[in-house]
């Protein structure tokens, strides 16, 4: 049972992320002023882009034996 609760926590707080910087690229696509345009973008940089990219990192590299 504490494996499903696990499951359930990471699920919501992964979604909450996503949520967020989904916010971020919805706040730049609008036509709001230039400063909350670059609040967006960082905050879609911030919580898309470079955890995405040291995951893909990761486990490319454990592929292709480069010690990351």
């Given at each position: 049972?504490?494996?499903?609760?696990?499951?359930?926590?990471?699920?919501?707080?992964v979604g909450?992320?996503?949520?967020?910087?989904?916010?971020?690229?919805?706040?730049?696509?609008?036509?709001?002023?230039?400063?909350?345009?670059?609040w967006g973008?960082?905050?879609?940089?911030?919580?898309?882009?470079?955890?995405?990219?040291?995951f893909w990192?990761?486990?490319?590299?454990?592929?292709?034996?480069?010690?990351?």
């Open positions: 049972m504490k494996e499903f609760f696990k499951i359930i926590i990471t699920t919501i707080i909450l992320i996503g949520a967020i910087g989904m916010w971020g690229v919805i706040t730049n696509e609008s036509d709001t002023e230039l400063g909350w345009r670059i973008w960082l905050l879609a940089m911030v919580i898309i882009v470079i955890p995405t990219a040291s990192t990761k486990q490319v590299g454990k592929v292709i034996d480069l010690d990351v």
